[in-house]
């Protein structure tokens, strides 16, 4: 299984790390107010860890579940302590009335975050598609984004010990188009659904036969 270090104590955070430890991956938890971080840690069980903020995770991967606007600064602050490692972003940059992008240009946070972590690091998008309620308790699609194949493959092995089923989008300047599918399931929840309950997934039809 994973190593996983989680940056935030929130919500995400929680469900996230709740999975993890259920599929067997070791997590640690990281969190400006180590209080938070200790509560959190010893509310998952599992062994979960506390680390000392600011300095380099334990995990292989690191998922920053954090808001969209604290993600790049928190990875330039943790600066070469990232090195080598699998960064995930899981958020969702919505504008004041949630029916667009926080960001007018066609880049994402992910994109972002590139930019700002050392060159061994490696950047993935991934679970800004799904609620937290859903990822706690259904079996959502996982839509993953990134240039590194390997980053790519571990962060899929992580998501399918979630019980989960990875799909990768492509590249990482698909991850602008992730964070637009963001919008998407926020306007299907206030119109065309009308509730929470779901998520964006793929129906894939039989094979036709030759001829």
Known sequence: MSNISIIGTGNMART??????????????????????????????????????GTAPAGDIVIVALLHDGVVPVVTQYADALAGKVIVDISNPFNSTFDGLAHREETSIAQEVAKAAPASASVVKAFNTVFRHVLEKGRPDVFIAGDSAQAKASVGVFVESLGLRPLDVGSLKMA????????????????????????????????????
């Not at 659904?193 to 779901?198: I, K, P, Q, R, S």
Request: overall charge negative; cysteine-free.
């Open 176 to 211: 602008h188009w992730l964070e637009g599918a963001g919008v998407v399931t926020v306007g299907l929840a206030n119109h065309g659904v009308g509730n929470l309950d779901f998520a964006l997934s793929i129906t894939e039809l039989p094979a036709r036969a030759n001829g």
């Open 16 to 53: 996230i790390g709740a999975r993890a430890i259920a599929g067997g991956n070791t997590v640690e938890v990281l969190g400006r107010d180590q209080s938070k971080a200790a509560d959190l840690a010893q509310a998952l069980g599992g062994g979960t860890m506390t680390g000392e903020w």
